[in-house]
């Protein structure tokens, strides 16, 4: 399987501050990376496909990098709504895998 | 508008056979590279995915679990059924049931809560 880590696990932060969390993959997943909001009682909602496209209906101060192992989801304005768990997921091959999540939390 | 929606037991005992039964609509199961799967959560912790099924019954499961693990599909129901033997505590977990294209969860259930105890 590949592994995927992301950091921070708990990222403390206020309303307007820019966000930036990280995601890395054990082996390299090319684009093949998504990101999904989460929060308490929800079921994950899609945010960025294939690692830096928007899905409809995502505001834009969302968005995502990178290529290979190493990806990022930046939040540029933090808005009370953001404060949730984000996950990566790998999808380069069929067993595809999920990040260990990152706690957005108000500061 | 795609909804899918899952039911099952909410409480099963140690080593008995759970099976849970996802309800769609809004897309067919017929329409190429459209699937369905299985992501489950347990309490606090991350998401995991257990099994995909496609619309030509390529199916798909996860490794750790393959063994335990069986997913059909009714086309003409609309439903996908996932059947995971021998259950233990550590299963419990809210289970999802999503749409995929492309191997990305677009769309999702509700979530069905299942827990293991005697």
């Known amino acids: 399987d590949i592994q995927m880590t992301q950091s921070p696990s708990t990222l403390s932060a206020s309303i307007g501050d820019r966000v930036t969390i990280t995601c890395r993959a054990s082996?390299?997943?090319?684009?093949?990376l998504a990101w999904y909001q989460q929060k308490p009682g929800k079921a994950p909602k899609l945010l960025i496909y294939k690692a830096s496209s928007l899905e409809s209906g995502v505001p834009s101060r969302f968005s995502g990098s990178g290529s290979g192992t190493e990806f990022s989801l930046t939040i540029s304005s933090l808005q009370p709504d953001d404060f949730a768990t984000y996950y990566c997921q790998q999808y380069n091959t069929f067993s595809t895998t999920f990040g260990q999540g990152t706690k957005v939390e108000i500061k | 508008q795609i909804t899918l929606k899952e039911s099952g037991p909410t409480l099963v005992k140690p080593t008995q056979t759970l099976t849970l039964t996802c309800t769609f609509s809004g897309f067919s199961l017929s329409t190429s590279e459209v699937g369905v799967g299985w992501i489950r959560q347990p309490p606090g912790k991350a998401l995991e995915w257990l099994a995909l099924?496609?619309?030509?019954?390529?199916?798909r499961y996860s490794p750790s679990l393959k063994s335990s693990l069986t997913i059909t599909k009714d086309t003409s129901k609309n439903q996908v059924v996932l059947t995971m033997t021998n259950m233990n505590p550590v299963d419990t977990a809210t289970y999802y049931c999503?749409?995929?294209?492309?191997?990305?969860?677009?769309?999702w259930g509700q979530g069905t809560v299942v827990t293991v105890s005697s």
């Open positions: 999503v749409h995929t294209s492309r191997r990305v969860f677009r769309f």
């Open positions: 099924i496609y619309w030509d019954d390529d199916k």
């Open positions: 082996q390299n997943v090319g684009y093949w």
